[in-house]
Each structure stands twice: as structure tokens, then as C-alpha cells.
């Protein structure tokens, strides 16, 4: 991702899978009606539950003169305009208190910012996908939950299991909400019941909950909490960085202006390695991120750092202090040779050594005038024991040419 000047962050994430497998109870109920009181309660197994609060940028609300009401009207979810708007959908599924099921999500939910959490279950002969929503206003209108492109993917067999419908009756429709600002919806997409040969999945088609080929692993659904050993490292010891040449200064650096960008070369180059590798190493002063960079060409333009964070599964927010050996937000150039793989490595605040997951947020950046430029944002979830065994494939490997 070629990134510049960060204007908003677009999307928050704090990441910590924990998956679960246990019978339980469940309450939820629909709104109440003057005409209709109905109270669910039904047993319950848990197979996942995801603590990853994604937290969704709130448009900004318009209030009605006379009766204060509060209106968002939601941004257009993949660009869903052609399907049918049914307007306000009614038995809105609600829940009392979200805290009981995610004891830290209140102090998320401040600010312009919403979380976003889901839950998988099995009630009786299907698979159950809760989406919690809380809403931010009185009136949410031009909002979206599924379609018949939501399903889940065994990712061992392939196999591919189909939603069936969703509570409330929205299923592939535009609608719009009404509720007490506050309220948390219940949203409920049904599959068929999965095996229990299950082992890892991936969930597709819930935008709003950045579903879009989602992860979720786990060993068994025989009852274990599921995660990460508790095995903490000694701290690194961060490994030599060849920091790449200056060939010129940025000159009134501008964006939009090309010419104005600083040039570099002789990068601290790595061998061949898959799109999207990271490595990471933990000091007691810094954090260290170093990405795999490809050149498909003998000049190219870059731009990391910024507001880029890490947050780990407290909610704990590390910025982004520098670049080693290049500029920290601003576009530059790197010349070498087409295939040539090097790394740029961020320095963070420190993590505590505890830490076992984290969240890399690239926060959408402005745009800028070039041809191929992009800004859109990312949010990447990492276990750290991965990203620290990553270490030695970024060790420096001088480029060699056979001509």
C-alpha cells in the first residue's frame, strides 16, 4: 500500500481471537411492540467468539428540530445502491447488556468510533453468526447486513456453507433502523449446522463487520479455550538494518509533485518472499516492523509510517515513531533492479513481552497526484510468536545479477 498524509482513520481494530466451545445459555429478544412482548431462550453452543472490535467511523448525525431525534445515514456498503431499500425493519433483536459477553467493549465505544464484535454459535441444526450493533443514533437509514454472498468455508475441505436467511427480514435488502441511540441490536445470519471434523474457516459477505474472508482457527470444538501459549520471549536483539543510500534530498517536498520526493537507493534487500510478509522484533525500547517490499520496476515510490499504530488486545495503541532510513509519512523514491525484494522496517512504542496478538491499523491516506497512486487503508491481525520466527528472512542478501 502506497500511503501519504493520513486525514482520517477510516477504521479501528483490536484484535485477540478467543475461540470457545461450551453449551451455554443465550437470551435475546426482540424489540417490544405495543402489541408484541416475545422473550427467546434457548440452549446455546459457543464455537467462536471474536474480541477483534473492529470499530466502524460514524457518519456525522443530523437532528430533527422538533422531536431531537438523532439520524445517521450509513455509507454505502459495497456498492449495494442497486438492491432494494425496505425501509424500517421491525422485532429489531436487541440484547440488555453487551458488557456481560464483552467485559472491555464499553470503553471502546467513545468518540465517532463503534465497535463491531461477532460471535458464532450452533442452536439446534444450524450455525448462528451474531453481529452486534450499537446504535449511533435514533434513526440509522440506508444499512446492509448480508446476502446470499455470505457464507462460511471449511478451508481444509473447501466445502462452502450457505446463509440461509437472517433475524431481522433483511436478507439481501437495504433497510433502515429505529431504535434508542445506545441500543445494542442483536443481528443473527443462519448456515447450516458445521461438522464437528471442523478445524479452520473463513466467513464472507458481512461488510459492516469487515467479513470479507475473515480467518477463524481453531483445533476442536470439544470444549478448550483456544489461542496462544503463554510462552514468553526474552527480549531481541534487534538485527543490523543496511540502510539505503540518499541519493537527493526531498526539494519543498509536495505530495503532488513527484520531482520533489527524496531518492534512495542500495535498499536492505532480502530474498524472495510471499506478498504481505512481515517480521517483528520486541527491545525494551522500540518495536520493530519490518514488510517485505517487491520492486516490479527499476523506480518506485513508497510511503510508510505516519499514523500507522499497532494495538494490541487491551486496546493499547502503539504509534509509529520512525523509519529506519527513510522518511516517516512522506512519499520518496527507491531505485534498484525489477525483482528486487527489499524491507522497510517501522519503529513502535515498545509492546509489553506478554503480548501474544496484534493489530496493524494503516489508516487511509490522502490523495496525492500520480499515476497508479493508492490510499486506501488496511487492518492486519498477526501473532507475534509468527512474526518474530519471520526474523531471519529478513537477514540482508546482496542482490546478484547473471547477464
Not at 146 to 169: A, F, H, N, W
Not at 246 to 257: F, H, I, P, T
Not at 290 to 315: H, T
Amino acid at each position: 500500500m502506497i500511503m501519504k498524509r493520513i486525514v482520517t482513520l477510516s477504521l479501528l481494530a483490536i484484535a485477540c481471537l478467543t475461540m470457545q466451545a461450551q453449551t451455554t445459555w443465550h437470551q435475546a429478544k426482540p424489540m417490544q411492540t405495543q402489541t408484541k412482548k416475545q422473550d427467546v431462550k434457548q440452549n446455546v453452543k459457543f464455537l467462536a467468539k471474536c474480541d477483534t472490535y473492529y470499530m466502524t467511523a460514524v457518519p456525522e448525525a443530523t437532528i430533527d428540530k422538533k422531536t431531537k431525534k438523532k439520524t445517521v445515514v450509513w455509507p454505502d456498503t459495497e456498492n449495494n445502491s442497486w438492491h432494494e431499500n425496505i425501509g424500517f425493519v421491525k422485532d429489531l433483536p436487541i440484547i440488555d447488556n453487551l458488557e456481560s459477553i464483552w467485559p472491555n467493549i464499553a470503553e471502546m465505544s467513545e468518540g465517532s468510533y463503534i465497535p463491531s464484535p461477532w460471535k458464532l454459535t450452533e442452536e439446534g441444526d444450524e450455525t448462528v453468526l451474531h453481529c452486534y450493533f450499537r446504535m449511533p443514533a435514533d434513526i440509522v437509514e440506508n444499512f446492509w447486513l448480508c446476502s446470499d454472498e455470505c457464507v462460511i468455508l471449511d478451508k481444509k475441505t473447501g466445502t462452502i456453507y450457505q446463509s440461509r436467511r437472517c433475524v431481522p427480514d433483511c436478507y439481501g435488502k437495504v433497510f433502515n433502523l429505529k431504535a434508542k441511540e445506545g441500543t445494542t441490536l442483536d443481528f443473527q445470519i443462519f448456515f447450516p449446522k458445521l461438522p464437528e471434523t471442523v478445524e479452520s474457516i473463513a466467513i464472507y459477505g458481512v461488510p459492516n463487520w469487515y467479513m470479507r474472508g475473515m480467518g477463524v482457527s481453531f483445533a476442536s470444538w470439544s470444549g478448550d479455550l483456544f489461542g496462544l501459549e503463554r510462552n514468553p520471549y526474552d527480549y531481541d536483539e534487534m538485527m543490523p538494518i543496511h540502510k539505503a543510500h540518499l541519493v537527493s534530498e526531498a526539494k519543498d517536498y509536495d505530495k503532488d509533485n513527484y520531482q520533489s520526493w527524496a531518492v534512495y537507493n542500495d535498499a536492505h534487500l532480502i530474498k524472495p518472499v510471499p506478498e504481505g510478509t512481515y517480521a517483528m522484533w520486541c527491545t525494551p525500547e522500540a518495536t520493530y516492523l519490518a514488510e517485505a517490499c517487491e520492486m516490479n520496476w527499476m523506480r518506485e515510490y513508497f510511503g510508510r509510517g505516519g499514523n500507522n499504530i499497532l494495538v494490541d488486545q487491551r486496546g493499547h495503541q502503539y504509534k509509529c515513531k520512525d523509519v529506519i532510513g527513510y522518511p516517516n509519512n512522506d512519499l520518496f523514491w527507491v531505485e534498484g533492479c525489477s525483482g528486487d525484494y527489499f524491507a522497510i522496517v517501522m519503529v513502535f512504542e515498545p509492546i509489553p513481552m506478554e503480548t501474544e496478538t496484534i493489530t496493524y491499523i494503516v489508516p487511509e491516506g490522502e490523495p496525492f497526484a500520480m499515476w497508479g497512486a493508492n490510499w486506501s487503508g488496511s487492518v492486519q491481525s498477526f501473532n507475534i510468536k509468527e512474526l518474530r520466527d519471520n526474523q531471519k528472512l529478513f537477514e540482508y542478501h546482496p542482490r546478484k545479477v547473471v547477464k
